[in-house]
């Protein structure tokens, strides 16, 4: 847990004449916060605040990131770091226990993951019950709440035993899960897992193998998973998180914790939008790649259009990822032989925008999900299933949050105040009584 660095120094508020004092809070890269835990009981006052855009609802440890100056570290380590040097089940390691494994601790985690990639086969049948055009991620969500139900004794959030075998699980079974909402959609036998494959190579051929040949896993293709994966695998507060920490904090299992994350990211606001971006790229492309038209569009207050995969609500300046990821598009698609009219235009995209002032003004940038739509299709991924990517990748994040939370013996029930708007007391009227246009 985070070592609470108290500031000597104080917020102070007056209000109607009355003065309160609030204690400052500063955090290990020296963020201040005011901590007004005791705000209501002092003072009968709350805050608003939405978006919680400044608002923080915890101190944590796992990740740092600084929207202003594009810095994003994993348990201090930078991004950059790490997508040059590390696999995913090597930082998904890192986040959840909070160091770089040792190679005995690293073969350990592995090996225990591997050994748990197959579904029970009374839960294979679930997918029989969804129709053939059901979304991914509503399957996903689905069958990982569903599988908590074969594990009843395991779901203890104050075991850790039984939260060390669920971590296990997840982290095993959420590439499979995922390969079979796929084939189950394509009407394709589901291929299992094969131990004598790494974690991204499972899942590639999970994916895309058929049982009537031989299925090659092709090295870059590995590769640029891995990088994805690495990518997407922690971005502290943000909405899917915090809504794993929201439902944790009732002490909610993990399962049911994550799949809760599962419909969070499902958004088109948050990891939707990386499905958004290459549906927004595609019919770009089928207008003729008038690119000018849809940014007017986006500026367009009237219009709902918004340049999917551009800004953030932390980053105002560069998302790191996206910077790593557009490099790593034209490096992937060379190296797959492929060349994709979808990634011209997303550059002429970013080009113009980065250069118009509405975008400049608002400091609008690429996000992470500007570029990593390109890479999925590169992978033959396609595009119902690019959240479900999002959420492979995020789910050792959501972990390790949970994990942090309820490990941390300050946690308290997550339950925010309101500012109530409505009526002011009202009584009720027998229906014989009730004056329609009123009502109207
Ligand atoms: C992710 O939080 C995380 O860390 C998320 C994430 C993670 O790893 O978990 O990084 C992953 O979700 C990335 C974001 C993916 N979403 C999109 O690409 C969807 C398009 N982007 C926007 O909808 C928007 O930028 C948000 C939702 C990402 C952020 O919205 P905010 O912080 O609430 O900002 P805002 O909507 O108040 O926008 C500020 C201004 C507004 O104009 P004004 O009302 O001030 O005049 O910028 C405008 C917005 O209209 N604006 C855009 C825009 N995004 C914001 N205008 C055009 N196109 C856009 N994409």
């Known amino acids: 847990i985070t070592k609470e660095r108290t500031m000597s120094k104080k917020a102070k508020l007056i209000v109607d004449g009355e003065e309160y004092e609030f204690p400052i809070v500063e955090g290990s890269e020296q963020e201040k916060g005011i901590d007004i835990s005791s705000l209501r009981a002092e003072s009968k006052l709350i805050t608003l605040d939405n978006g919680f855009a400044n608002t923080s609802t915890c101190q944590s440890g796992i990740t740092f990131l600084n929207g202003e100056e594009g810095i994003l570290r994993y348990r201090g380590i930078p991004i950059e770091e790490l997508a040059a040097n590390s696999n995913f089940l090597e930082v998904s390691y890192l986040l959840i226990y909070g ?37 991914p991620m509503a399957v996903l969500g689905s069958i990982v709440s569903a599988i908590s139900t074969f594990y009843q004794d395991g779901l203890d959030p104050k075991n850790k035993d039984q939260v060390d075998l669920s971590i296990i699980r997840l982290m095993a079974k959420l590439p499979t899960i995922a390969a079979y909402s796929y084939k189950t959609s394509i009407g394709q036998p589901k291929i299992y897992p094969t131990n004598d494959l790494d974690y991204c190579s499972n899942f590639l051929k999970m994916m895309f193998a058929v049982p009537s040949e031989e299925y090659e896993v092709v090295p870059e293709f590995v590769e640029a998973l891995n990088l994805l994966l690495i990518l997407h695998a922690d971005h502290e507060q943000n909405c899917s998180t915090s809504t794993v920490r929201l439902i944790g904090s009732s002490q909610a299992n993990l399962y049911a914790s994550i799949s809760g994350g599962i419909n969070a990211l499902w958004g088109p606001l948050h990891g939707g939008a990386n499905q958004a971006v290459i549906e927004m790229l595609h019919e770009i492309h089928d207008n003729g790649g008038d690119v000018d038209k849809f940014i007017e569009m986006s500026k367009d207050k009237s219009n709902p259009f918004r340049l999917m995969g551009f800004g953030h609500r932390v980053y105002k300046n560069f998302d790191p990822r996206a910077k790593i990821l557009k490099d790593a598009c034209d490096k992937v698609l060379e190296k797959i032989g492929v060349s994709d009219p979808l990634l ?6 970013e080009e113009k925008a980065l250069n118009d002032p509405y975008f400049q003004e608002k400091k609008l940038y690429p ?12 992978l033959k991924i396609p595009t119902d299933m690019f959240t479900v990517m999002f959420a492979i990748g995020r789910l050792p994040g959501w972990i390790a949050h949970w994990k942090e939370m309820n490990e941390n013996k300050g946690t308290k029930i997550g339950r925010p105040r309101q500012i109530y708007s409505g009526e002011n007391l009202n009584h009720y009227v027998p229906m014989n009584q009730r004056d329609k246009k009123k009502a109207a």
């Open 99 to 135: 160091n770089l494994p040792t190679p005995e601790e690293y073969h350990s985690f592995e090996k225990q993951i591997t050994e748990h990639t197959l579904l029970r086969e009374d839960l294979i049948k679930f997918y029989d019950g969804f129709p053939r055009d059901a979304h």
């Open 367 to 378: 996000n992470v999900d500007f570029y990593s739509g390109i890479i999925y299709s590169a």
């Open 344 to 349: 011209d235009i997303a550059k002429s995209l």
